[in-house]
C-alpha cells in the first residue's frame, strides 16, 4: 500500500529544516492539501525525532520518509525512526538493495544513464532526477527512450510553478518540491498557500501533458 501513495500523486514534499517541534502542524497541512509522500532530509535538526513522530501521527495516511540517505546506518537508523521511503541524493546500490530487502519505498538519486541502470538493477522503485538544474527537460528526454517506461522519474532540485510542464512533457512522473513549498521560516498560512499554488500548478501541467498526447 506505501507505494500506492507515490502512484496517486507523484510529488514529495521536501521538509529540510522542519523540527520535531512543528513538524505535525507542517505535515498536517501538507495532507490536508492532499500531499502523500512527506519526506524529512536527515540533514535537518533531529531528523529522526521528527520521523517518529510523523510516522506515528500520519503513517496510516501518508508515505512518511526520510532523504539524504547516503549509507547503510542512516538507513538503518531510518527504519528503526519508522521511514518507509528512502530518498537519496546519490545511487549507492548497496543502499538500494538494504531498503530493498527491508521492504522500503526506495529512489535514489540518478543523473546519467549509467546511474539510472545501475539504479533500476538493484531495485530502485523510482528515480530521482538530480539535480534537475542540470538535468534539462531534452536531456530527460533521451534518458526516458532508453530507460524502462514503467519506472517513475522524480525530477528534484529548483522545481517550482515555472518548470513542470517541461519536465512532464519530457517524460518525468512528477517532482521532489523542496524550497519552493517549504522553508523553516514560512508561517504555517505561507506552506498552505505554497502547497496548494505548487498541486495546482502539477495538475494544469499534467492535464495540459495529456491532452497533447
Do not use: W
Given at each position: 500500500m ?5 502512484s ?8 529540510r ?9 507542517v ?8 500531499y ?31 532523504g ?18 528512502i ?8 543502499v538500494?538493495?538494504?531498503?530493498k ?58 522545481i ?19 524550497g ?34
Amino acid at each position: 500500500m506505501s507505494k500506492a501513495y507515490l502512484s496517486q500523486l507523484p510529488l514529495v514534499a521536501i521538509l529540510r529544516g522542519v523540527t520535531p517541534h512543528n513538524c505535525i502542524e507542517v505535515a498536517g497541512i501538507l495532507i490536508e492539501c492532499g500531499y502523500r509522500c512527506i519526506e524529512v532530509p536527515l540533514n535537518s535538526p533531529s531528523p529522526l525525532e521528527s520521523i517518529a513522530k510523523l510516522s506515528a501521527e500520519f503513517g496510516h495516511q501518508a508515505l512518511i520518509g526520510a532523504g539524504t540517505v547516503t549509507n547503510l546506518t542512516q538507513l538503518n537508523q531510518a527504519q528503526q525512526s519508522g521511514a518507509q521511503l528512502i530518498f537519496a541524493p546519490n545511487c549507492n546500490e548497496s543502499v538500494i538493495r538494504a531498503a530493498k530487502q527491508k521492504e522500503l519505498v526506495m529512489i535514489p538519486g540518478v543523473a546519467t544513464p549509467s546511474e539510472a541502470f545501475a539504479a533500476i538493477e538493484a531495485g530502485a522503485d523510482a528515480l530521482k532526477l538530480f539535480p534537475a538544474q542540470l538535468i534539462t527537460p531534452n536531456i530527460v528526454k533521451a534518458m526516458k527512450d532508453v530507460l524502462p517506461k514503467n519506472v517513475p522519474l522524480l525530477a528534484v532540485g529548483g522545481i517550482d510553478e515555472g518548470n513542470m510542464t517541461p519536465f512532464l512533457t519530457a517524460g518525468c512522473t512528477g517532482f521532489g518540491l523542496g524550497g519552493a513549498l517549504y522553508k523553516p521560516n514560512d508561517s504555517l498560512e505561507q506552506i498552505g498557500q505554497k502547497a496548494t499554488s505548487l498541486m495546482s500548478s502539477y495538475c494544469l501541467a499534467k492535464s495540459n501533458n495529456q491532452s497533447k498526447t
